[in-house]
C-alpha cells in the first residue's frame, strides 16, 4: 500500500493568512493526488484532483502544486469557512489511501 | 445533480454481517466506480473498496476476507456486506462516486460525490 503522511498535523492560523499543508508519498504517485476538505459532521468535499486542477465550485483561493511523493495544499487567504480538515488522498494505485488529516484551527 | 444516500442498521451486533446499501438519484450508475469508505470517531479516511458497474471489484487488502460488494444498475444501487464484524469496524460508513478524467497514461481518478455518511456500531 502507498502511505501518505500529512504535515502539520494541527495547524493554527487567522482569517486572512496564506497556509500551506504538505503530503508526501511513501513512492512515486506522478500527480495521481487529490485533495479533500471534512467540516464536523460531514462527508469531505472534493477540492483539487490530478494535484492541482481545481473541482468545479471550489474557490480559487485553493491551490495544489507537486509532482512525485512531494504535495502542497496552498490556501492563499483564509477565509472563516476554511476552518476545517484538510486529506489528502492518492489514485495512482488501489487500495486507495488517505493522509492522516491536517486540522486547520482558527487562532 | 447526483445524490448518494446510505442505508441500513445502525446497530450490529459482533460477529454478524453489517449489510449497508447507497441510492444514487440524479444521474446514472452505469459507467463509474462506486466506492465504499468509513471513519471511526475522531479518526481518518479507510478505503474499503470500490464496485465497476460491470460488478468487478477491487477490496481493501486489510478486509477483502470480509468484503462483499454489489451492484444494481437496475435499481441504480450499490451495496457494501461486512462480515464478522467486531467493534473495531464502528465508524461512519460513506459511499461515493469515483470519477476519472483521461491523463497521459492512466486516468486521473477522485471521489466527487459522496453520501451524508450513515454511523454503524457494533455491539452487543
Known amino acids: 500500500d502507498i502511505q501518505m503522511t500529512q504535515s502539520p498535523s494541527s495547524l493554527s492560523a487567522s482569517v486572512g493568512d496564506r497556509v500551506t499543508i504538505t503530503c508526501r508519498a511513501s513512492q512515486s504517485i506522478s500527480s495521481y493526488l487529490n485533495w479533500y476538505q471534512q467540516k464536523p459532521g460531514k462527508a469531505p468535499k472534493l477540492l483539487l484532483y490530478a494535484a492541482s486542477s481545481l473541482q468545479s465550485g471550489v474557490p480559487s483561493r485553493f491551490s495544489g502544486s507537486g509532482s512525485g511523493t512531494d504535495f502542497t495544499l496552498t490556501i492563499s487567504s483564509l477565509q472563516p469557512e476554511d476552518f476545517a480538515i484538510y486529506y489528502c488522498?492518492?489514485?495512482?494505485?488501489?487500495?486507495?489511501?488517505f493522509g492522516q488529516g491536517t486540522k486547520l484551527e482558527i487562532k | 445533480q447526483v445524490q448518494l444516500q446510505e442505508s441500513g442498521p445502525g446497530l450490529v451486533k459482533p460477529s454478524e454481517t453489517l449489510s449497508l446499501t447507497c441510492s444514487v438519484s440524479g444521474g446514472s450508475i452505469s459507467s463509474y466506480f462506486w466506492i465504499w469508505i468509513r471513519q471511526p470517531a475522531g479518526k481518518g479516511l479507510e478505503w474499503i473498496g470500490r464496485i465497476y458497474t460491470s460488478g468487478s471489484t477491487n477490496y481493501n487488502p486489510s478486509l477483502k476476507s470480509r468484503v462483499t460488494m454489489s451492484v444494481d444498475t437496475s435499481k441504480n444501487q450499490f451495496s457494501l456486506k461486512l462480515s464478522s464484524v467486531t467493534a473495531a469496524d464502528t465508524a461512519v460508513y460513506y459511499c461515493?462516486?469515483?470519477?476519472?478524467?483521461?491523463?497521459?497514461?492512466?486516468?486521473?481518478?477522485?471521489?466527487?460525490?459522496w453520501g451524508q455518511g450513515t454511523l454503524v456500531t457494533v455491539s452487543s
Open positions: 461515493a462516486r469515483e470519477s476519472g478524467v483521461s491523463a497521459s497514461t492512466y486516468p486521473q481518478y477522485y471521489f466527487d460525490y
Open positions: 488522498q492518492q489514485s495512482y494505485s488501489t487500495p486507495r489511501t
